[in-house]
T-cell receptor
């Protein structure tokens, strides 16, 4: 059973701070890692993907992958109230087109 | 280009009825996956279709079925609805040509009463 674990939160950070969201996965054969943002009542929206160990930056977002420790994280710099949402981690194994999703971490950015 | 389109957006059905949901993927995308999302279970994979063939299937009862047409549009059917089937049903499409990130539609909110 492939598992993807996320702390459900809520994670509360002040505006302007760095929000750090973490995700661990059980399948060592995992090769692709995705972060989705889901606003309340809306569908998930892809914001980042990462395939290789290390950091990948896109604007205020940085995804970090450590395959040896089987975790992937998402950093949001200069957090804004509009970043308040649930962040879903998704992991896909090699040879599979179907990602396994974590249950998401609720992020609250307060002014 | 247009995104993933799901219809209808909202549905209310009675226990025992059946329902059909529709999903039109992004133009050129050949893979369509269906997910059920509930507060208690999160996002759970139902099945995936590629070129009109079911390629992957999640752990759901046979009451849940689907199909894909030659234009890649997909339908999902749930028969003999139960109260526990109340959920947000999401469809995701991907190109399956290497950049296999999945893009979600707005979902269909199904309420079974």
């Amino acid at each position: 059973q492939k598992e993807v674990e996320q702390n459900s939160g809520p994670l509360s950070v002040p505006e302007g701070a760095i929000a750090s969201l973490n995700c661990t996965y059980s399948d060592r054969g995992s090769q692709s890692f995705f972060w989705y943002r889901q606003y309340s009542g809306k569908s998930p929206e892809l914001i980042m993907f990462i395939y290789s160990n290390g950091d990948k930056e896109d604007g205020r977002f940085t995804a970090q992958l450590n395959k040896a420790s089987q975790y992937v994280s998402l950093l949001i710099r200069d957090s804004q109230p509009s970043d308040s949402a649930t962040y879903l981690c998704a992991v896909r194994s090699g040879g599979s087109y179907i990602p396994t999703f974590g249950r998401g971490t609720s992020l609250i950015v307060h002014p | 280009k247009a995104g993933v389109t799901q219809t209808p957006r909202y549905l209310i059905k009675t226990r025992g009825q059946q329902v059909t949901l529709s999903c039109s993927p992004i133009s050129g995308h050949r893979s369509v996956s269906w997910y059920q999302q509930t507060p208690g279970q999160g996002l759970q994979f139902l099945f995936e279709y590629f070129s009109e063939t079911q390629r992957n299937k999640g752990n759901f009862p046979g009451r849940f079925s689907g199909r894909q047409f030659s234009n890649s549009r997909s339908e999902m059917n749930v028969s003999t609805l139960e109260l526990g089937d109340s959920a947000l049903y999401l469809c995701a499409s991907s190109s399956q040509t290497g950049d296999t990130e999945a893009f979600f539609g707005q979902g269909t909110r199904l309420t079974v009463v």
